[in-house]
Nanobody
Framework: QVQLVESGGGLVQAGGSLRLSCAAS????????MGWFRQAPGKERNFVAA????????NVASSVKGRFTISRDNAKNTVYLQMNSLKPEDTAVYSC?????????????????WGQGTQVAVSS
């Protein structure tokens, strides 16, 4: 079992940056693949990025590639999402998730543990 708590969301102007953090507690953090997903009002949850257990392999959605970077610090039990050049269409609730397997899946159904989410709003 792992518990996840996101932080770092907020309101930012277009072109700005935010860094989201997801702190994990419970079982060994390094045994989980970690992912970030987002959900805008009235829309389905979408994959943003994922990172493997060691941090050496990442998987990033094409819509954010080149602007968002996922990273992790296993010593701090934390995964990060650095978001640069933000656009109004990035506005959503961002959630981190943990997967007790080896591959960086893009499917929400493959992740068994979820945080409560943090709101990101980008104004034009």
């Amino acid at each position: 079992q792992v518990q996840l708590v996101e932080s770092g969301g907020g309101l930012v102007q277009a072109g700005g940056s935010l860094r989201l953090s997801c702190a994990a507690s419970g079982r060994t953090f390094g045994s989980y693949v970690m992912g970030w997903f987002r959900q805008a009002p009235g829309k389905e949850r979408n994959f943003v990025a994922a990172i493997n257990r060691s941090g050496g392999i990442t998987n990033v959605a094409s819509s954010v590639k080149g602007r968002f970077t996922i990273s992790r610090d296993n010593a701090k039990n934390t995964v990060y999402l650095q978001m640069n050049s933000l656009k109004p269409e990035d506005t959503a609730v961002y959630s981190c998730a943990a997967r007790s397997d080896w591959d960086t899946s893009r499917r929400p159904v493959d992740y068994g543990y979820w945080g409560q989410g943090t709101q990101v709003a980008v104004s034009s």
